[in-house]
């Protein structure tokens, strides 16, 4: 299992490696000069001047693209164009908020979705089912910040049960927090919950049909502990595994969920790069959200030689 | 080319494929869904026709007005016509989702072809693809628009390429089991041409789970442009598309929520209905899936 982990962590390498390399020339093999695009029509000979010298666009590609890597191994995501602050700076400000409604929405989907998956595996072809996945497919097709909108106008100025938009530090005010969390995380939680509650559905219902479920029940088994302990444990893999892809959704979902409720995460620092033709700053925001999603996958396929132990590489 | 029977045509294989198997039955579902579908679609390109406004007419005296009978679902905050605007905005919206629904099937299907069939390029395609998985769509999507400008070839073009990776991989699965059936080893061995080989007895396989992948590229491109346009990486805003429509929409949620509300309601529709005919066809299409599920 050891060699298994390593190989596994090894294979992170050459992704990383690419995505790298890739945002590296996704600016430089852009058609047009890189400089001009990100000052914008408006900018004069110095601006352009200024911007080539930071980024080193005026050295040969292969100079830059080693230049690059050197700067990533030192932790070096560059300068933002408008701040003039180091990015790796800008985004630890930032990232707190992100990384608390993030955490926060993960457990409250996994604890909404799993069981209305089980559930509606468990009550397959009744209205149960039918409801969760009618749920499941509205959930992919509404924008998140229509969702995010909707239950604004719901619970924030019809009912003024929560406050509008907001955020504040759960170590200042714990309450105020949850107040000002539940609605973005409830918002980024539906495409999420969606999809989850899909797969373990799905994978349930394979499960359900196995031999060792109609003995379990044959025996008396009490049905709760059949579909929880017996059948979910053996569809986990299934849904572990879309709880990692589906955390690119996630990802995206922050950058739009933070706009729609004022959040000031990393997020909105992309949001308001985009607006203000900050370049290094998106170039970092997909770096790092790469990363992070690549590692939360690796610690994912680990974590499978543990759900599964017949899972031996 | 005995042993298994050939495919000859495209078509033929598509439509042999959507045969339904004796147990399937059409639901209700798919029959609103594709109805729902059609009168959106019919609505929006044959909007120039009937809409009552100009939907670029700007009027400083009629801003934020409420539904009335010049303007049915009232005004922006440009004093423009909502109801010209949605109906209108969807031509973009749609053309996009189709145009990067076409663009990546067809880029996809072609490096997955290959990707399948040739051993020594699948091994560095599909790390380049691993790679391009590995970034959120939405980010590279945003990057791609701030670099080629917010025209609509260069919102479709952000937005197919991160799918591209995605069909690739079908196509790729599809291939490398079907290289191994007797009549693509027979067709090598008769010293057929590699582009016939790959078009003519690889390629139709594909088609099938291929054209249900392109009715969730649709649905998901046209929901990415809103997204994009709501961040202000998308089409022009003097385009109204759907997304541009909700972007501008923000500022007075709080007092006039329809401007958000109306072509979210639209997209959600024209979404919701092309993912369910997407699962329809699937269904269909894989009757192994269908059968699992009874």
């Known amino acids: 299992m050891l060699g298994y982990i390593i190989r596994r962590i090894l294979a992170v390498i050459p992704v990383m490696a690419i995505v790298a390399i890739f945002v590296f020339l996704l600016l430089r093999l852009t058609p047009g000069d890189p400089a001009a695009i990100i000052a914008g029509d408006s900018a004069t000979p110095a601006q352009l001047d200024r911007i080539r010298e930071s980024l080193g666009l005026s050295e040969p590609l292969h100079v830059q693209l080693v230049t690059w890597i050197g700067q990533l191994f030192r932790g070096d995501l560059g300068t933002s164009i408008i701040s003039n602050q180091p990015v790796t700076r800008l985004i630890g400000q930032r990232i707190w908020p992100t990384l608390q409604i993030g955490t926060l929405t993960i457990i409250l989907s996994v604890l909404i979705a799993v069981p209305l998956g089980v559930l509606a595996a468990w009550r397959h072809r009744t209205w149960v089912d039918y409801a969760v996945m009618t749920f499941s497919v509205l959930g992919f097709s509404i924008p998140v910040f229509v969702i995010g909108y909707i239950f604004i106008k719901i619970f924030a100025i019809d009912l003024r049960w929560l406050p509008v938009q907001g955020y504040s530090a759960p170590s200042e005010n714990l309450q105020a927090f949850f107040l000002r969390a539940i609605l973005p995380c409830l918002t980024l939680a539906t495409i999420y919950v969606a999809l989850i509650a899909r797969m373990t559905r799905a994978s349930m219902l394979e499960v359900l049909g196995e031999d060792y479920v109609r003995t379990a029940r044959a025996k008396g088994v009490k049905e709760r502990i059949v579909l929880f302990r017996h059948a979910l444990r053996n569809a986990a893999v299934p849904i572990m595994t879309i709880i990692g892809t589906g955390f690119a959704l996630l990802i995206s979902g922050v950058v739009v969920t933070e706009s729609v409720f004022n959040i000031p995460g990393i997020g909105r620092l992309t949001v308001d790069a985009i607006l203000a033709r900050d370049y290094p700053v998106i170039q970092a925001m997909i770096l790092l959200t790469s990363a992070i999603y690549v590692f939360v996958n690796l610690l994912i396929d680990i974590s499978y030689t543990f759900f599964d132990p017949r899972i031996r590489y | ?294």
């Open chain 2, 1 to 294: 080319m005995a042993g298994q029977p050939q495919p000859t045509s495209a078509m033929q294989v598509v439509l042999g494929a959507i045969q339904l198997p004796a147990s399937f039955r059409l639901g209700v579902g798919p029959i609103i869904a594709a109805v729902v579908l059609v009168l959106i679609v019919l609505a929006t390109a044959t909007a120039y026709l009937y809409v009552p406004h100009d939907p670029m007419n700007m009027n400083a005296l009629q801003r934020l007005k409420g539904p009335s009978e010049t303007f049915w679902l009232g005004t922006d905050p440009y004093g423009r016509d909502l109801f010209s605007r949605v109906m209108i905005g969807g031509q973009v919206s749609l053309l996009i989702g189709i145009g990067a629904a076409i663009v990546s099937v067809f880029i996809g299907l072609v490096i997955g072809l290959v990707s399948g069939f040739f051993r020594t390029a699948d091994a560095i395609i599909m790390r380049i693809m691993d790679a391009l998985m590995a970034i959120p769509s939405i980010l590279l999507a945003i990057a791609l628009v701030a670099l080629n400008g917010p025209s609509i070839w260069s919102v479709i073009f952000a937005i197919t390429i991160p799918e591209i990776p995605r069909v690739v991989r079908l196509v790729r699965s599809v291939v490398l089991s079907a290289r191994e059936e007797p009549y693509v080893e027979a067709a090598i061995a008769l010293g057929s041409s590699m582009s016939k080989i790959l078009w003519q007895h690889l390629m139709p396989n594909t088609l099938a789970p291929i054209i249900v992948q392109g009715t969730y590229i649709c649905a998901s491109a046209i929901l990415t442009e809103a997204i994009l346009s709501f961040l202000g990486a998308g089409v022009s805003t003097e385009i109204p598309t759907w997304g541009n429509i909700m972007a501008e929409g923000r500022m007075f949620f709080q007092i006039k929520p329809e401007l958000i509300f109306w072509p979210g309601l639209m997209l959600s529709l024209c979404i919701l209905s092309i993912n369910l005919l997407g699962d329809t066809a699937r269904d269909m299409l894989d009757p192994r899936l269908k059968k699992r599920e009874a």
